[in-house]
């Protein structure tokens, strides 16, 4: 899978054109591949894209400021396009949209990924944060844990509640962009058993041992 900033990397906007074959000898044809396609798509999505890009000219500049500002919104990867084109085909609407419209459509929903709805997982989040809970929290998800832990389990505890959702919402939709990413959470903790043993200590061992012989001597 490209990465949008190779793409940037390689392709020269000041020439570019909608046509892959009108693309500089010095472009990687892969790379125009996937630069004109997402506009194509675009294209195919909104049958009323030329109000936005009346000419060659006009989309030339389009793809230079899409770029810049997908690169500045953090979107890296093509995965993320693809969520983003997803919404544009589900939107319905017939004018392409502003990149900045199109990049907030490139943040998948915790549904889409999968995950707890917002909602449902700040209030996970809300009752492990109960000093009662403990080691016995349970978790649905680590994104659920990490926007938790991220959100400081004693905060979520004594904040009023709608300054608890907000701080959790925040970190929640930063571990969505993460799992769609495919960044590492941090890791659930294990369970500590309900009973930890210990080692006896020597002299109690050697104790119970003279104790045992001395009974079995009786009984012979």
Known sequence: ?????????????????????????????????????????????????????????????AKRS?????MAAGIHSLEQIRF???TCRASGQDF???????VEWCQPTAEQLGLPPTE???????????PAVGQGARWSHPAVHHAATESGLSNLFRLNEDAGRKLFERNYS?????????????????ALPSEVSTPAKPETVQSELAKMRAALGRRS
């Open 1 to 61: 899978m490209r990465n949008a900033t190779e793409i940037v990397k390689h392709v020269d906007f000041s020439q570019a054109r909608p046509a892959v074959q009108q693309q500089p000898a010095s472009i990687d044809e892969g790379t125009a591949q996937v630069v004109n396609s997402l506009f194509n798509e675009l294209k195919s999505i909104f049958p009323a894209w030329k109000q936005a890009w009346p000419d060659d000219e006009a989309l030339k500049r």
């Open 120 to 130: 449902k997982a700040f209030q996970e989040a809300a009752r492990n944060s109960h």
């Open 84 to 86: 983003g084109l997803m």
């Open 96 to 102: 392409a949209p502003s990149v900045g419209k199109f």
């Open 174 to 190: 930063i571990a969505c962009r993460m799992v769609a990413a495919g960044q590492p959470l941090r890791e659930i903790p294990k």
């Open 66 to 70: 899409w770029i810049k500002g997908l």
